[in-house]
């Protein structure tokens, strides 16, 4: 079942890095930083990949994902897990290359969007609620 994520993680989110984490088949994690993560609705975020083939085949494997996003000047962060699917075409799709087309430094075109439905999303900030599932 698919998690909310509030407005105030929806905003949090925005502009910031995050950190994806997949696993191939013989179990060896893989993590990758993607500049292009975004809240897609309240139960759903996406990355474009420009360039993660070990990322694309561990997904391909197994859809299991985590992604952390984090504000260092802060010191606050979410975790999402969920479920990936990858999209190769289609209105999703052409809408993330388009935007790409506007970043500030020429980027290739996504071999694919992650769409990952958020299953579970845990606090990562210092305190009394580091690691609490929150949604």
Do not use: C
Not at 13 to 35: E, H, I, R, Y
Not at 50 to 55: C, P
Not at 96 to 124: G, M, N, S
Request: aromatic residues 8%; proline residues 8%.
């Amino acid at each position: 079942m698919a998690s909310k994520i509030s407005k105030e993680v929806q905003e949090f989110v925005k502009g910031k890095l995050g950190w994806v984490a997949t696993v191939n088949p013989d179990g060896m994690p893989n993590v990758t930083p993607k500049g292009t993560i975004q809240v897609l609705d309240e139960h759903t975020i996406i990355f474009a990949d420009l360039f993660s083939v070990k990322t694309r085949d561990n997904l391909r494997n197994n859809p299991n994902i985590a992604v952390t996003v984090v504000d260092l000047n802060k010191f606050t962060g979410y975790q999402f897990k969920g479920k990936a699917e990858l999209i190769d075409t289609g209105p999703l799709y052409d809408k993330v290359k388009e935007d790409l087309k506007k970043a500030p430094t020429p980027l290739p075109e996504p071999r694919y969007v992650a769409k990952i439905t958020v299953e579970e999303i845990y606090d990562q900030s210092p305190g009394p609620n580091a690691g609490k599932k929150i949604g």
